[in-house]
């Protein structure tokens, strides 16, 4: 009786071998394919009106992508630095797309998501957000700008975000604004404030 048991058995189990290896083996020489992905970057994060921003768009696992158009402020000026280039690396073929951007007004500005095609793929980039400022300085980074730069769940994210101190910004001095008054009102007033700080002066009583 227990050679029959242990012959079934046996026979049990090259049945399961069967039935799982060929799976197992088409899984092995047909590899998971990365799939088609874009991410733009810039250079820096604040700068100052006139500055020079390189815009650089890398594309993955693609043949002949494009890009047909970057949307950006009206105040933002940009070119293309070069064609498309292709980069051999060892995780695989990555396309470059860079392009110089020029931010001529201050404000906090934000580049539009780019859409990147290949054949009949499409993908999108992540928006990018510029500041622009007199100092130059760049702004706090916020959880979900962290989360699509390293493509983090938002909530995770926010918690790297509780444990990285930040330096807060201060706030611009507003410049002072240009007197519009006529060279006659504007010498009489000096001259009223002169005359009334002699007149308030101690020594002078």
Request: with cysteine.
């Amino acid at each position: 009786m227990k050679p029959i048991q242990i012959s079934f058995i046996g026979a049990s189990l090259l049945l399961v071998l069967f039935l799982v290896l060929p799976s197992g083996l088409d899984a092995a020489s047909h590899p998971v394919s990365s799939p088609f992905s874009a991410m733009a970057t810039l250079s820096c994060r604040g700068a100052k009106p006139g500055t020079r921003v390189e815009l650089l768009v890398t594309v993955r696992n693609a043949l002949h992508p494009t890009i047909d158009s970057v949307e950006r402020p009206p105040s933002f000026r940009m070119r293309t630095l070069r064609k498309p280039r292709l980069v051999k690396t060892t995780e695989g073929d990555v396309w470059l797309f860079r392009y110089q951007i020029i931010p001529k007004e201050t404000g906090d500005f934000e580049i539009s998501s780019i859409t990147v095609t290949d054949s009949s793929l499409q993908t999108r980039t992540a928006p990018l957000r510029l500041l622009v400022s007199l100092k130059g300085d760049a702004p706090a980074l916020t959880p979900d700008e962290l989360s699509r730069t390293v493509n983090l769940p938002t909530s995770l994210s926010e918690e790297v975000m509780k444990n990285v101190p930040q330096k807060a910004m201060k706030p611009e001095a507003s410049s002072v604004p240009a007197d519009t008054r006529p060279l006659p009102a504007r010498i009489g007033s000096t001259l009223l404030k002169e005359i009334q700080a002699f007149w308030n002066y101690p020594g002078g009583k």
